[in-house]
T-cell receptor, first 111, second 114 residues
Framework: QKEVEQNSGPLSVPEGAIASLNCTYSDRGSQSFFWYRQYSGKSPELIMS????GDKEDGRFTAQLNKASQYVSLLIRDSQPSDSATYLCAVNAFGNEKLTFGTGTRLTIIP | ETGVTQSPTHLIKTRGQQVTLRCSSQSGHNTVSWYQQALGQGPQFIFQ???????GRGNFPPRFSGLQFPNYSSELNVNALELDDSALYLC?????????????FGPGTRLTVT
């Protein structure tokens, strides 16, 4: 079982719709969760961090965390063509210095 | 822009050679982590440096080594390059001692080994 799992996609969403990206993790000691956006040929860009169960909203982005189910998700409202990218889920365990990444979900927003 | 810089942007090396990659952390950040990202994969943790000491290492062989300098900048050295070392090398800076675990990536160095 991979430590952090994401559906590789591609996920296609019409412009203006809600894109939903999912991630599961295996280490129950995980404490910190991050979503990065990576455009083709570029480096990952941090877009959301979440540490507690529940929802965290930032503009069009909402991160959702459920530690009991070991599940974290990212919702993108009013999707725009500029949201087309690979979205990486990353997890950090308490006292552990490293981020463990999933393989990423490729999202395409269709105009 | 994160304020994290890396050099060089691209590099082509021959199998068996050695390479040094450089990273300058964001202002105020005291910790640098290095990751390797192969095509189509997520970044894989190589190691982290804090206060000029290695502070954790991933599953990479000893031919991957690093340094951190008093100004918090860092180098990644790879000896005896192999074809599988071809990847995007990313450094990320952070200040975990402040309680903020967010890591911010530089633009990366694309290494091609032929």
């Amino acid at each position: 079982q991979k430590e952090v799992e994401q559906n590789s996609g591609p996920l296609s969403v019409p412009e203006g719709a809600i894109a939903s990206l999912n991630c599961t993790y295996s280490d129950r000691g995980s404490q910190s969760f991050f979503w990065y956006r990576q455009y083709s040929g570029k480096s990952p860009e941090l877009i959301m961090s979440i540490y507690s169960n529940g929802d965290k909203e930032d503009g069009r982005f909402t991160a959702q965390l459920n530690k009991a189910s070991q599940y974290v998700s990212l919702l993108i409202r009013d999707s725009q063509p500029s949201d087309s990218a690979t979205y990486l889920c990353a997890v950090n365990a308490f006292g552990n210095e490293k981020l463990t990444f999933g393989t990423g979900t490729r999202l395409t927003i269709i105009p | 822009e994160t304020g994290v810089t890396q050099s060089p942007t691209h590099l082509i090396k021959t199998r068996g050679q050695q390479v040094t990659l450089r990273c300058s952390s964001q202002s105020g950040h005291n910790t640098v982590s290095w990751y390797q990202q192969a095509l189509g994969q997520g970044p894989q943790f190589i190691f982290q440096y804090y206060r000029e000491e290695e502070n954790g290492r991933g599953n990479f062989p000893p031919r991957f080594s690093g340094l951190q300098f008093p100004n918090y900048s860092s180098e990644l050295n790879v000896n005896a390059l192999e074809l599988d070392d071809s990847a995007l090398y990313l450094c990320a800076s952070s200040t975990p001692t402040s309680g903020n675990l967010e890591q911010y990536f530089g633009p990366g160095t694309r290494l091609t080994v032929t």
